[in-house]
């Protein structure tokens, strides 16, 4: 799941420089983020019609970062789109920038920001689980990631802010070393975290943009 | 023998080591650093320059390690791996030791959030243990991390490391400094003692399994100043553990400065009497001229570096 946040309402409308805009939300992700789906769109449009921005139409894509699927829903929103400049996007960063994509003569105002990769925890609760490095090792941890779930990326065991097994950062995140360590104890596998982790190699993470 | 540096000819030697910090300033003057350095020159072996420590921005540490070097004054160069990835620290390695550095300490770095720039992004490209065997096989080997060759003169460093002793878990926090040993480093420097009972566990823990034997100890001691230091060490300093008592002992102090003195010259005689500590690192920010005070008052002795009182 790709978690969003909402944005604050006045930075999306400080970027409004039209009277009238058009709405795209997402069936998927960011319906569970509570941050696209329908109620999010009609509570959007009711705040913009307040400040006298007429929202002229809106559209649930499903999901908004799947590019032929979009052009062919879109395809019936053609009359409302046609003198539109600027699209409000209610959907992760690949959604919008799908839609910047299929329309090149308007201009894309993401209403989210696009905050990790993360499983649902409970309802509007998210946990960060992977960082899509390209490279899994969690066998090696059995289950836990801690390229992941240490901010400092470490792979030889915690650093010295490993505090009652939680993180320096924040108090109310484990300490993944901790939880690691716990786990590997219980099934008698300590010693190889016993063994040096080489440096890691990082260049499957494709930072850089890619295709495959 | 051939010794990589004088910290490394006293620790060879047996000989009680002192180690003390400074810190370089957040500006371009140089003047600071000589300064501090002169007080201090005469009570210690060697000197830890921070790497821009709590991720607050100072002037570098590679700069200011020059800076000692020029002056005659050995210095520890302190690296992180939060600035720099594998390229960047290979690089001010081998720039470290061609400006005459010897002793270097491998750490991963305090998070950036703590710092004065939280907006900014954290590299830990590698952790300090990756960091130490880097810089082993960069001496020994004469590789990289990639495996090619060092073309010419190899890097020579005498490497150390930081471990807490303060962690929960200290079976496993000794398997983490294990691992730093077995990674290439010659000595470690501890967090600052404060619970003297936690850290004869952790040394016995040391001990039982030889480690002592296998590197040099230098116990970490902070002189407390202030109420509001001793305050912020104990809440804010992740991984500083200070016992409830001593802790009360600063909160009803009239003197702070005078009680803080006190509690680092106790700690002091304390550690220096437990077996396998090979030594003691100052660090005193801001507050320099205290370790030349607690250096006389405890009797450690530097006869054997021709230094009279």
Known sequence: MIITKSKNINNIINQINQESVFIIGCSECATICKTGGENEISKLEKLLTKQGINVIGSVILEPACHKLNDKRILNKYKKELKDIKQIITLSCGNGAQTISEIFEDKEVISGTDTIFLGQIKHINEFEKKCNLCGNCIIDKYDGLCPITRCPKNMLNGPCGGSIEGKCEIDNNMDCIWHLIYKKLKKKNRLKELREINEPFDWSNSKTWRIKI | ?309
């Open chain 2, 1 to 309: 023998m051939n010794y990589i540096s004088n910290l490394h000819k006293i620790l060879s030697k047996s000989i009680f080591t002192i180690t003390a910090e400074i810190g370089p300033p957040k500006s371009s003057d140089n003047t600071i650093i000589i300064e501090k350095g002169k007080i201090l020159k005469d009570y210690a072996d060697a000197f830890n320059i921070t790497d821009n420590q709590t991720a607050v921005v100072r002037m570098s540490s590679l700069s200011a390690s020059k800076i000692l070097v020029d002056n005659d004054i050995e210095p520890i160069m302190q690296i992180t791996c939060r600035d720099r990835n594998r390229i960047a620290l290979q690089s001010d390695i081998l720039g470290a030791a061609a400006l005459g550095v010897k002793n270097i300490l491998c750490l991963t770095g305090d998070h950036q959030s703590f710092g004065n720039h939280p907006e900014s992004k954290g590299v830990f490209d590698v952790d300090s243990i990756q960091l130490i065997q880097i810089v082993k096989n960069m001496r020994d080997n004469g590789i990289f991390q990639n495996g090619e060759k060092i073309t010419s003169k190899k890097p020579a460093l005498f490497i150390g490391a930081a471990t807490n002793p303060f962690l929960k878990c200290t079976e496993f926090a000794v398997d983490r400094l294990e691992k730093k040993i077995n990674a290439g480093t010659n000595f470690v420097q501890t967090q600052s003692v404060f619970n003297i009972d936690k850290f004869n566990i952790w040394m016995d823990e040391i001990k039982s399994r030889g480690l002592d034997e296998m590197i040099h100890i230098i116990a970490g001691v902070s002189p407390l100043k202030s109420k509001k230091m001793a305050n912020r060490m104990k809440f804010q300093i992740p991984g500083v553990d200070i016992p409830d008592d001593l802790y009360a002992r600063m909160e009803k102090s009239e003197k702070p400065e005078v009680e803080g003195y006190k509690i680092s010259l106790e700690l002091t005689n304390m550690i220096k009497k437990i077996k396998g500590v090979h030594g003691i690192h100052y660090t005193a920010l801001f507050w320099e001229r205290i370790i030349p005070e607690l250096v006389i008052n405890s009797k450690l002795t530097f006869k054997d570096r021709n230094i009279k009182f």
